[in-house]
């Protein structure tokens, strides 16, 4: 008589699409790609059932080593689809090292644990190290990305649309601009008026106008036809503790980092009257939050 492992296809499935799904996204914080859950679950239940057919013997052939690499091809493909080769690779190749790390970590705290510990049900703990460690990678991964990376990339070309009226200039990259939408808690891009003038209704141009003299926000904007579009953003700065910084909410806004453009919906744009860089290098103050 034949004593055998018994293994379930059903939690081999919903182990590996855990563990895929937590590697994808912290493949795509240190590599710095936009996170498309839906886009990183439909990958992870691909590499679950791979994974489940590895229990068939009749189906060895599909588990050479050729193959497992066309399968994580396409794992990076379904979660990331790549622009470019250059783009592919770069998380192809992190996509690996974070799996070789989470691996490591797994089996050396399963050492660990199962050295001091007889009897215990390691599989879950070894799942819990797998899904810290790819967490805690992510993490790093995007602090470095948005704090040394990308403020080298200093300013980026941003178009601004607000229905048909599109507004284009450069956006400085500011990791102090902390401003947030306090409706949505969405990051707010900071404009000066001479730019937003341009792409204005003329009723909301006027309104504007005078509130630039002097004339109170809440009585010139409320009779425009972007009266919808008002909102209100708190802030504090040296020598005024509570300030509310006038802002519209845009449809649309559209950054090019180079690599790939960056899409937002209903950001709201802050309104700043004076220049905000005195050579006219830039137009706008980004916050780091807008490129996640």
């Keep these: 008589m034949m004593v055998g492992r018994c293994v379930y296809a059903d939690l081999t499935f919903l182990i590996n699409v855990v563990m895929d799904f937590v590697i994808l996204w912290s493949t795509a914080k ?22 489940v057919g590895y229990l068939f013997p009749e189906l060895g052939p599909w588990y050479q080593l ?21 783009e592919f690779w770069r998380a192809f190749a992190c996509f690996y090292g974070v799996s070789f790390a ?11 644990i199962g050295s001091s510990l007889s009897g215990f049900q390691f599989s879950y703990a070894w799942l819990a190290v ?20 990308i403020p080298r990339l200093v300013c980026l070309p941003v178009k601004v649309s607000f229905d048909q009226f599109v507004c284009k200039g450069d956006g400085f990259l500011d990791t102090g601009n902390n401003l947030c939408d306090p409706l949505t808690g969405r990051p707010v891009i900071v404009m000066e008026y001479s730019l937003l003038r341009s792409c204005l209704p003329e009723d909301v141009k ?4 005078r509130v630039a003299k002097g004339e109170d926000f809440l009585r010139a904007m409320p009779g425009t036809v ?15 503790k509570h300030g509310l910084l006038p802002g519209l909410r845009c449809d649309n806004v559209v950054i090019d980092t180079g690599l790939r453009p960056i899409y937002q919906q209903n950001i ?25």
């Design 30 to 51: 240190l590599v710095g790609l936009p996170v498309n859950y839906r886009r990183l679950m439909t990958a992870a239940v691909f590499g679950g059932i791979y994974a």
């Design 66 to 86: 050729p193959v497992k690499g066309i399968a994580s091809s396409l794992l990076v493909i379904f979660a990331f689809c790549p622009s470019n080769w250059k």
């Design 102 to 112: 989470v691996a490591g970590a797994v089996m050396g705290s399963s050492y660990f």
């Design 130 to 149: 797998g899904i810290l460690c790819a967490f805690t990678l992510g993490r790093a991964g995007e602090k470095y990305f948005l704090e040394k990376f």
């Design 206 to 209: 006027q309104a504007l106008d």
């Design 226 to 240: 972007w009266a919808n579009r008002l909102r209100l953003i708190p802030f504090t700065s040296i020598g005024k």
């Design 268 to 292: 709201v744009v802050g309104i700043h009257w004076d220049k905000l860089s005195p050579d006219n290098k830039f137009q706008m103050l980004l916050p780091s939050k807008i490129l996640q």
